[in-house]
């Protein structure tokens, strides 16, 4: 389940909250005045999760760059 915690808790224990999440791959979900206002992941967790955009992102590109080359028309040049 995602921790919940205040601007002002997480000033409090900056340092244990950062220490616990190196620990797992879930994130801190920080709330101010009673709306979500920001969330907080240790580095390396949110640097696999950028490679795994990148590798998706790339993913969809191969399958739409396939399946655009089977509905093309073959070029066959021009005659004069």
């Known amino acids: 389940m995602a921790r919940v915690i205040t601007v002002g808790e997480l000033r409090a224990q900056l340092d244990c909250e950062l ?9 801190l979900y920080v709330s101010s005045r009673g709306r979500l206002a920001g969330v907080v992941l240790d580095a390396k967790h949110y640097a696999r999760m950028l490679e795994r955009l990148d590798y998706l992102e790339d993913s969809v590109a191969a399958v739409q760059a396939r399946d655009g080359r089977e509905a093309a028309v073959p ?6």
Do not use: I, M, N, P
């Open 75 to 80: 070029w066959v040049g021009v005659r004069e």
């Open 19 to 27: 220490d616990a999440l190196a620990e797992t791959e879930e994130a």
